[in-house]
């Protein structure tokens, strides 16, 4: 990984605990249901950043996609929880400021894979 990725993925680890450490105040009716739904798909934004380290260009490109599709998910999630007064607005604040540096990053980091892709695929039909 490249020092961009490095901090994509440092930032998905603060994403994840910062969301563990929000659930443990979520009332315990929600255990099963917004909790859970909420950490596994926090844990999924970097779950799938670990497929990354595939090899093949269109592969780790599906895994970016998954990671920004579960962070789109958290993402509705926090303003769930808001909405319904299960945290706070500052931890709101900090989830959200998280998710968008997060987001705006797998967005980079898809539109520069997919670019490539583009580049490697006229490279070879141009060769033969």
């Not at 961009?4 to 605990?17: F, I, N, S």
């Not at 789109?72 to 998280?98: I, N, V």
């Not at 980091?109 to 060769?127: D, F, M, V, Y």
Request: proline share 2%; charged share 30%; aromatic share 10%.
């Amino acid at each position: 990984m490249n020092e961009y990725q490095e901090k994509l993925k440092k930032k998905m680890d603060e994403y994840v605990h910062l969301i563990y450490r929000i659930t443990k105040n979520f009332p315990k009716q929600e255990l099963y249901g917004v909790v859970s739904q909420m950490r596994r798909a926090a844990l999924s934004i970097i779950l799938n950043i670990e497929g990354y380290a595939r090899k093949r260009p269109l592969v780790c490109l599906n895994f970016l996609e998954n990671s920004y599709g579960s962070l789109q998910e958290s993402r509705y999630l926090l303003d769930f929880s808001l909405t319904e007064k299960y945290m706070s607005k500052d931890d709101y604040g900090k989830g959200a400021a998280l998710a968008e540096e997060i987001g705006a990053m797998l967005w980079t980091e898809t539109s520069n894979l997919e670019k490539s892709s583009t580049r490697i695929k006229k490279s070879r039909n141009q060769s033969k």
